[in-house]
């Protein structure tokens, strides 16, 4: 939304610097499992826009925010695990278990290994909490299709009979975290992004405000299908500012 | 239902003796997913038992006769291999995947791979049918419980949203691949067995007549508990012949 190939959205930087001046306090909330906050946060960095870590909200920090203080079992990627600060990251005896997605590294088969696995189904069997922080099938890379973590989070629904709490976007959990950071009520907070389902509809059942941006993932036939309807949509997120300017 | 810890039931080898002189045509059915007929033959006829392994039968013998001919990616253990004569095993370009069940040993690991599972899903989802042998959630072990293959079947129906045919009991496919191999009517053919669900409610849905044997599996507050009623019930297979004789 910010930024497209390496390139920002024409007029995306000056349009952060603007919606700071006149003073709304921004959450750049995203469901990435495979980066903690720190590595995303480095290239719209270096692509001009001002944005501080702690203004960066990823699945890992959500996931710190919910289960702090707690045991729990974390089959996730490593790049997030700077973010999972205050949980205690242990193999056994777990209050909680929770699965991450899968990136393309050799990771992925190392810590989604039958091993791992079953050692997720004995705590949840021993009465561990289930979490999750998508439940994605699969995604797409230049080598094809490949296996997200969905297949695991629902495989170990299936043997344990216990349903894992979704943490990413559109949880209730996501968007209450972004909320509670900004300290914002959601029916005066605005939720501005590309995914009508994931970020319009979720933020929407969250009571918040929405604006649809026509950049990145957004497809007209995709909006016309559609029962969604955000409150207002704009070309991408340089018109934003004007845009809550005249509909504030 | 033959056997229990190494000992063969008493009247158990005389019983199927008598079986074979009254002129039955008998088949030996087991959801073993580890072993070939050849292996799981051993030890009853250590016992005393005159089995050949064509009258056992498998359900990677099922998988056989089902599959015939078909190009199939198998993550299946390696013991019930032999059995899976006939199918062209392969590694991509599947006409069918096929999941078998998992064993204690690390073979289960290394074939329930994160790689194995993004093949199969990418075979799946390039048309591949989808079998299982079972789709148990965990067995238990001197260890404790171990995850079974149910987990990845679950998980790659989820990803892949194609339903898994199961080939062993209760099946369908399974009490018909052993009428066809006695060449028997269901209506004229008894399924003998200690499990109520899988063994007698699984054969009455395929229009067979049932036995359930007072041994192994059996548990008396599973049948008060239960709408399966078997047609007979005997304290074990060695009052089997003289059941017969009476209400045949």
Same mark, same amino acid.
């Given at each position: 939304?910010?930024?497209?190939?390496?390139?920002?959205?024409?007029?995306?930087?000056?349009?952060?610097?603007?919606?700071?001046?006149?003073?709304?306090?921004?959450?750049?909330?995203?469901?990435?499992?495979?980066? %903690? +906050?720190?590595?995303? &946060?480095? /290239?719209?960095? #270096? !692509?001009?826009?001002?944005?501080?870590? =702690?203004? @960066?909200?990823?699945?890992?920090?959500?996931? %710190? +925010?919910?289960?702090? &203080?707690? /045991?729990?079992? #974390? !089959?996730?990627?490593?790049?997030?695990? =700077?973010? @999972?600060?205050?949980?205690?990251?242990?193999?056994?005896?777990?209050?909680?278990?929770?699965?991450?997605? #899968?990136?393309?590294?050799?990771?992925?088969?190392?810590?989604?290994?039958?091993?791992?696995?079953?050692?997720?189904?004995?705590?949840?069997?021993?009465?561990?909490?289930?979490?999750?922080?998508?439940?994605?099938?699969?995604?797409?890379?230049?080598?094809?299709?490949?296996?997200?973590?969905?297949?695991?989070?629902?495989?170990?629904?299936?043997?344990?009979?216990?349903?894992?709490?979704?943490?990413?976007?559109?949880?209730?959990?996501?968007?209450?975290?972004?909320?509670?950071?900004?300290?914002?009520?959601?029916?005066?907070?605005?939720?501005?992004?590309?995914?009508?389902?994931?970020?319009?509809?979720?933020?929407?059942?969250?009571?918040?405000?929405?604006?649809?941006?026509?950049?990145?993932?957004?497809?007209?036939?995709?909006?016309?299908?559609?029962?969604?309807?955000?409150?207002?949509?704009?070309?991408?997120?340089?018109?934003?500012?004007?845009?809550?300017?005249?509909?504030?």
């Amino acid at each position: 939304m910010l930024h497209v190939s390496g390139e920002p959205i024409p007029g995306a930087v000056d349009a952060v610097r603007r919606l700071r001046g006149a003073g709304h306090r921004i959450r750049f909330v995203t469901n990435s499992t495979t980066m %903690s +906050r720190a590595q995303l &946060g480095e /290239r719209p960095r #270096a !692509l001009g826009f001002a944005i501080e870590d =702690d203004e @960066l909200q990823t699945t890992g920090s959500v996931a %710190s +925010r919910v289960l702090k &203080g707690k /045991r729990v079992l #974390a !089959l996730t990627m490593p790049g997030i695990l =700077d973010d @999972l600060d205050g949980l205690q990251l242990i193999g056994m005896n777990a209050e909680a278990v929770l699965i991450g997605g #899968a990136d393309e590294t050799e990771e992925t088969g190392r810590i989604f290994s039958y091993l791992n696995l079953n050692r997720a189904f004995l705590e949840l069997q021993a009465g561990a909490d289930f979490y999750c922080l998508h439940r994605n099938r699969w995604w797409q890379t230049a080598e094809g299709p490949r296996l997200d973590a969905g297949a695991f989070v629902s495989g170990l629904e299936y043997v344990s009979g216990i349903e894992a709490t979704v943490l990413g976007k559109p949880s209730p959990e996501y968007f209450g975290a972004a909320l509670e950071a900004i300290d914002a009520d959601p029916e005066l907070a605005w939720m501005v992004g590309d995914d009508l389902e994931g970020d319009v509809g979720g933020a929407q059942k969250h009571g918040m405000r929405t604006v649809l941006v026509r950049t990145g993932k957004f497809r007209p036939d995709e909006l016309e299908g559609s029962t969604v309807m955000p409150d207002g949509i704009v070309s991408s997120i340089a018109q934003l500012p004007d845009w809550l300017e005249q509909n504030l």
